[in-house]
């Protein structure tokens, strides 16, 4: 948890340590790391670009529990539920809606809503992908044009003058997609 790599038991290199959460503030606590998977696409883009580019689809998402799933009619609990949907951005051009159960993403299954901003992000901006989608009891494929999530510099400029976000509000922006 110093910021080194995390190992496999073969002795490869599965993660990179990146925080600590520790009640003393000393090394004993949670570690998270980033997957080597990710850490690689971010060098090789760095290297390639000077830059890091995240696909984007502005949708504001939630999980899909037992009980959802059994008011929408769903056989299980998966997918990711569209509580929001981004003006102008990419889903909404799509006609993706609020309501939405979001079940497949590129053919890559959505089993929780915490996959959604992975396959999303690691989808490259400007490409075509399909969108499998839980509405009004029937499965959908709904085509989209991934946008690219902004660098901080850019939504920095972006937001400039405009209120700052109330907490909860913040703590919704966790599952902007």
């Given at each position: 948890?110093?910021?080194?790599?995390?190992?496999?038991?073969?002795?490869?290199?599965v993660?990179?340590?990146?925080?600590?959460?520790?009640?003393?503030?000393?090394?004993?606590?949670?570690?998270?790391?980033?997957?080597?998977?990710?850490?690689?696409?971010?060098?090789?883009?760095?290297?390639?670009?000077?830059?890091v580019?995240?696909?984007?689809?502005?949708?504001?998402?939630?999980?899909?529990?037992?009980?959802?799933?059994?008011?929408?009619?769903?056989?299980?609990?998966?997918?990711?539920?569209?509580?929001?949907?981004e003006?102008?951005?990419?889903?909404?051009?799509?006609?993706?809606?609020?309501?939405?159960i979001?079940?497949?993403?590129?053919?890559?299954?959505?089993?929780?809503?915490?996959?959604?901003?992975?396959?999303?992000?690691?989808?490259?901006?400007?490409?075509?992908?399909s969108?499998?989608v839980?509405?009004?009891?029937?499965?959908?494929?709904?085509?989209?044009?991934?946008g690219e999530?902004?660098?901080?510099?850019?939504a920095a400029?972006?937001?400039r003058?405009?209120?700052?976000?109330?907490?909860?509000?913040?703590?919704?922006r966790?599952?902007?997609?």
């Amino acid at each position: 948890n110093s910021g080194g790599p995390q190992v496999n038991m073969r002795g490869e290199v599965v993660g990179i340590n990146s925080q600590i959460y520790s009640r003393t503030g000393g090394f004993m606590g949670l570690s998270f790391a980033i997957p080597i998977d990710v850490a690689m696409d971010v060098q090789q883009q760095l290297r390639q670009y000077g830059r890091v580019s995240r696909g984007r689809i502005g949708v504001v998402i939630q999980e899909v529990s037992r009980e959802l799933a059994e008011s929408f009619g769903l056989p299980k609990a998966a997918g990711a539920l569209v509580n929001g949907v981004e003006k102008g951005g990419p889903a909404e051009k799509a006609g993706i809606e609020s309501g939405d159960i979001i079940l497949r993403f590129d053919s890559k299954e959505v089993a929780a809503s915490s996959d959604l901003p992975r396959i999303v992000g690691n989808t490259k901006p400007g490409s075509k992908s399909s969108i499998e989608v839980w509405r009004k009891g029937a499965q959908r494929d709904v085509p989209v044009t991934v946008g690219e999530l902004p660098d901080d510099r850019l939504a920095a400029l972006q937001n400039r003058g405009r209120p700052k976000p109330q907490p909860e509000v913040a703590a919704n922006r966790l599952g902007l997609v």
